[in-house]
Nanobody, 127 residues
Framework: VQLQASGGGLVQTGGSLRLSCAASGRSFSRSFMGWFRQATGKEREFVAAVSWSGGSTYYADSVRGRFTASRDNAKNTMYLQMNSLKPEDTAVYYC?????????????????????WGQGTQVTVSS
């Protein structure tokens, strides 16, 4: 089982990036999938989560209205569209997935509910 995050890079304040997370090895259509980020010297924090079908999405207050999470179960892939980026968004971004039906809704904000993790992709926003 593997999650592969990509799409990070260097962008100026106000710019946009789109992250992708390609899953392989099993279907995640019964798993919540989430994005987390970890800035240097800080704890890994929740960014966004997408429900099994993609019909519901959840966001941290710090990114709501700027970031949009989505998924395509046919492609076993999740996305994070990041707009209006700020320097404080600089971090390594990780994608993750839960085991089947391990959590739902706001219960999926905790990183401890996620058993599968990608390797991370660096996002740097310059001021």
């Amino acid at each position: 089982v593997q999650l592969q995050a990509s799409g990070g890079g260097l962008v100026q304040t106000g710019g946009s990036l789109r992250l992708s997370c390609a899953a392989s090895g099993r279907s995640f259509s019964r798993s919540f999938m989430g994005w987390f980020r970890q800035a240097t010297g800080k704890e890994r924090e929740f960014v966004a989560a997408v429900s099994w079908s993609g019909g519901s999405t959840y966001y941290a207050d710090s990114v709501r209205g700027r970031f949009t999470a989505s998924r395509d179960n046919a492609k076993n892939t999740m996305y994070l569209q990041m707009n209006s980026l700020k320097p404080e968004d600089t971090a390594v971004y990780y994608c993750a997935a839960t085991k089947d039906y391990a959590c739902s809704g706001y219960g999926c904000f905790s990183r401890y509910n996620y058993d599968y993790w990608g390797q991370g992709t660096q996002v740097t926003v310059s001021s």
